[in-house]
């Protein structure tokens, strides 16, 4: 059917375009062994991010949403060795393990790990002054979609790139009145990007052989 041939598709494009990954590879294993969710960007995606934080040639980046560090690792290593990239995560357990694959994947130096809710980070990262980020990268809980935006966009130089990740949720967005979380904070950010004047914006709709989501890339005026 369908899917199995996207899944298949995928398969290949990882073994063109990604290939066999050591780190990446190992902190998807990492992922697994240790119960987290699987719910790292694909390979593909993954190399998108590497790709986009290149063509931004962004030094600073803002990930919101770390997980086992998967994309993290992708977009440290666009940034150079006097790069920067914060990634926030919730889950001190999902923090810990996102910490060894980057300090394996030999980014301990570039990547700032920092445990708590984003919500609660981020005013903290505008007090430090490490803000204005080149690339900000949103996938946490879709349920605070609107607020990241507006702090990516506060957080951001004009001209940098704010990615926005499970955008479509298997185009559940189109449901108005659906109560699953995800579908909202998807529909609720598709709704605050068309709406915000300091964002141009773009959303792309995605296949792979996690199904069918989407990225929203907007960049800052
Ligand atoms: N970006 C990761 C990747 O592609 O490799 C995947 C991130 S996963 C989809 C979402 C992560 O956001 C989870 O690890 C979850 O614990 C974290 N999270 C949930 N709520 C959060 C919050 N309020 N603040 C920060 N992180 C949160």
């Known amino acids: 059917d369908v899917l199995s041939a996207i899944a298949g598709v995928d398969v290949f494009l990882k073994d063109l375009f990604v290939g066999d990954d050591e780190h990446l590879k190992s902190a998807l294993d990492r992922i697994d062994e240790n119960g987290l969710p699987p719910a790292s960007v694909s390979p593909s995606?993954?190399?998108?991010?590497?790709?986009?934080?290149?063509?931004?040639?962004?030094?600073?980046?803002?990930?919101?949403?770390?997980?086992?560090?998967?994309?993290?690792?992708?977009?440290?290593?666009?940034?150079?060795?006097?790069?920067?990239?914060?990634?926030?995560?919730?889950?001190?357990?999902?923090?810990?393990?996102?910490?060894?694959?980057?300090?394996?994947?030999?980014?301990a130096d570039i990547v700032d790990v920092r445990i708590g809710a984003a919500l609660e980070s981020l005013p903290k990262i505008k007090e430090e002054g490490l803000a204005p980020f080149d690339l900000v990268f949103i996938d946490a809980d879709k349920e605070n979609n609107v607020e990241y935006i507006s702090w990516a966009v506060e957080l951001s130089r004009p001209g940098a790139v704010v990615v926005v990740d499970n955008i479509i949720w298997n185009g559940a967005v189109l449901d108005e009145k659906s109560e699953d979380p995800?579908?909202?904070?998807?529909?609720?950010?598709?709704?605050?990007l068309s709406a915000d004047d300091r964002l141009e914006t773009t959303v792309l709709q995605t296949v792979s052989w996690k199904g069918w989501d989407g990225f929203a890339v907007a960049v800052v005026k």
């Open 45 to 107: 995606q993954g190399k998108f991010l590497y790709v986009l934080a290149k063509i931004a040639n962004a030094r600073n980046i803002l990930e919101i949403g770390t997980l086992g560090g998967y994309s993290t690792i992708a977009m440290a290593r666009a940034v150079g060795s006097n790069g920067h990239v914060i990634t926030l995560e919730y889950e001190p357990k999902h923090a810990e393990i996102a910490k060894e694959s980057i300090e394996r994947a030999g980014l």
């Open 182 to 192: 995800n579908a909202i904070g998807a529909r609720d950010a598709l709704l605050a």
